[in-house]
T-cell receptor, first 114, second 112 residues
């Protein structure tokens, strides 16, 4: 069964203090790894898609990287507005209908303190 | 470009009742997925529809069902509601299978 584990569950940073969030996965036949940001009471907002090991993508203070077993979301000099829950999801394997399915991690709740 | 629209935003139902939630995807998106989100379990996949056909189904009881119409709009139905069905139900649309998903604001269902 596909598994996606995110760590840490919660992270508290001072404004400007860079850090990384981890997403490790155990799946058969990874087709894509997605990062989302979710604010309280809202639906997840798409950030990045990574398809193959070694791939990197950047957006403002965020940079996502992918290896064969995990992905990292690096946050450089975070600001309070970066506070949110960050979700990782993988598309792999085959679901009940014969098509690939998406599995989400529990998420990392990030709090950036001014 | 309008985003994914879910209605209603909030719903309170009594145990044993049934409920229907609606999702209008982004124009041109043909894939619609439904998720249940609870604090302890995170996002749990319910089902995915593409061109009116259910392509995948998660590990939920048969009380949870869905459908997709020819205009790609989708509905999900939960019958014989239980207290444990209280959750945020999220709908996501994609241009195609495997592409990034765009989520709606969700429907907050409370079962009392």
């Amino acid at each position: 069964e596909d598994q996606v584990t995110q760590s840490p569950e919660a992270l508290r940073l001072q404004e400007g203090e860079s850090s990384s969030l981890n997403c490790s996965y155990t799946v058969s036949g990874l087709r894509g790894l997605f990062w989302y940001r979710q604010d309280p009471g809202k639906g997840p907002e798409f950030l990045f898609t990574l398809y193959s090991a070694g791939e990197e993508k950047e957006k403002e203070r965020l940079k996502a990287t992918l290896t064969k077993k995990e992905s990292f979301l690096h946050i450089t000099a975070p600001k309070p507005e970066d506070s949110a829950t960050y979700l990782c999801a993988v598309q792999a394997g085959v679901g009940s209908g014969g098509y690939q399915k998406v599995t989400f991690g529990i998420g990392t709740k990030l709090q950036v303190i001014p | 470009k309008a985003g994914v629209t879910q209605t209603p935003r909030y719903l309170i139902k009594t145990r044993g009742q049934q409920v229907t939630l609606s999702c209008s995807p982004i124009s041109g998106h043909r894939s619609v997925s439904w998720y249940q989100q609870t604090p302890g379990q995170g996002l749990q996949f319910l089902f995915e529809y593409f061109s009116e056909t259910q392509r995948n189904k998660g590990n939920f009881p048969g009380r949870f069902s869905g459908r997709q119409f020819s205009n790609s709009r989708s509905e999900m139905n939960v019958s014989t509601l239980e207290l444990g069905d209280s959750a945020l139900y999220l709908c996501a649309s994609s241009l195609r299978q495997g592409a990034e998903a765009f989520f709606g604001q969700g429907t907050r269902l409370t079962v009392v």
